[in-house]
């Protein structure tokens, strides 16, 4: 029984290693969620506006005030003219955001494509609306555009393409070199780009980030998600942001109205405040972040791992092979969870074909602590592979 895109659909990778970090009291830097609770503010707000504010059904579009503030954002961060009015829509997180785009723009037989390694609901969404993936893989380390391969994925029945920058599980972020090819390319063959942009506000080195959406010719043509939880580090919210123009818009929330209809106003009343009065949240997280960062890659090279660069995002990759591990991604990140207690994400699970099996992401957003003793387990985890191995040969 049921749709077979779920039906057939395997327990996700995520709840695989969550569960097995529970059981066995791993430390777990699987899956992406921060240690630190969010701004102090923010939360005071959302807790303040549930007890003495409006708490039934706020406009489907989302609270004016919060769409207000999400276009003064955009405009004073990224130089982007929205009307908040006509361009922008308040969701359930941006995997509510993701399936709006999909189900509104996606008709039966229409080719969509895709990045790989990718999110993990991007597939089973696209195709649940009726679309057929194309694939388009990108290379690490520098997960670089390549116009042969882009090219070669597009077709006359092609209508959408999804770009995630930066982008999960990669830390990468589309340099403008890429970000003008994928414009040329959408320009040249009418193509509408859904930008998964959560990520926007976790980069480092003083990184700003440029949406496909201000590229020339590209306005009119983009879908820009975000999202609150990233932005403000409260995972748990589920809210997300729509950006397009008016007849895209439409649309959009056309499909919103059918899927969660609207978003706690109370939610929507703090990140309201959060985008127009907590800006130095925003110099603080990136900065924090970093640290964390830098002194779990630093950690892990004076172990002997090899760690790729990590310009955004919550996660590391280490690769395993130049790490003097041969045990494939998954095989070792579910000893390492069973047998060292630690628990990553083999980059395997963010493909659907010609997956590397060589690479595993970490996620860096945790205390000190954490860190470090997830360094020293991984370490273990490492050994106890090469032993295995060298026994069973």
Not at 232 to 238: A, D, E, N, P, R
Request: include cysteine; charge should be negative; charged fraction near 20%.
């Amino acid at each position: 029984m049921g749709h077979p895109v779920y039906r057939d659909m395997p327990t996700t990778i995520f709840e695989e290693m969550s569960g097995l970090a529970r059981a066995h009291g791993a430390v777990n830097l699987g899956q992406g969620f921060p240690d630190d609770p969010g701004p102090l503010g923010v939360r005071a707000k959302a807790a303040e506006a549930v007890l003495d504010g409006y708490n039934q059904y706020p406009p489907m579009s989302g609270l004016p005030e919060l769409r207000q503030a999400i276009a003064g954002h955009y405009g004073r961060r990224q130089d982007l003219d929205l009307d908040w009015s006509t361009e922008v829509t308040v969701t359930s997180g941006a995997t509510e955001a993701l399936a709006s785009a999909f189900f509104a723009l996606i008709q039966p037989g229409d080719e969509v494509v895709v990045f790989q390694p990718f999110y993990d609901a991007y597939l089973p969404l696209i195709r649940r609306a009726g679309g057929i993936v194309r694939l388009v893989t990108l290379q690490p380390p520098h997960w670089r555009l390549d116009r042969a391969a882009l090219e070669a994925a597009i077709g006359p029945k092609t209508r959408l393409l999804v770009l995630n920058n930066p982008n999960n599980p990669a830390g990468a972020v589309s340099p403008a070199e890429d970000l003008a090819l994928l414009a040329e390319v959408c320009i040249a063959h009418d193509l509408i780009a859904v930008c998964d942009e959560v990520w926007e506000q976790v980069t480092f080195e003083g990184r700003g980030h440029q949406p496909l959406m201000a590229l020339p010719g590209m306005r009119e043509r983009t879908v820009k998600i975000g999202s609150a939880g990233k932005m403000f580090g409260l995972t748990g919210w589920k809210v997300g942001f729509l950006c397009a123009t008016p007849a895209l818009t439409q649309a959009l929330a056309r499909a919103h109205q059918f899927l969660t209809f609207t978003t706690p106003p109370n939610l929507q009343v703090a990140v309201a405040w959060g985008l127009n009065e907590d800006a130095d949240w925003f110099t603080a997280m990136p900065a924090d972040l970093q640290r964390s960062r830098d002194r779990l890659g630093a950690s892990l090279s004076a172990a002997g791992f090899s760690v790729l660069a990590a310009p955004a995002t919550y996660f590391l990759i280490v690769d395993l092979a130049a790490s003097g591990v041969t045990e494939g991604d998954r095989a070792f990140c579910l000893r390492a969870v069973t047998q060292a207690g630690v628990a990553a994400i083999p980059v395997s699970a963010f493909y659907e074909t010609d997956a590397p099996s060589h690479l595993i992401r970490l996620c860096f957003a945790k205390q000190d602590e954490v860190l470090d003793e997830a360094v020293r387990r991984l370490s273990h985890a490492r050994d106890l592979s090469r032993a295995a191995l060298s026994v069973s040969t």
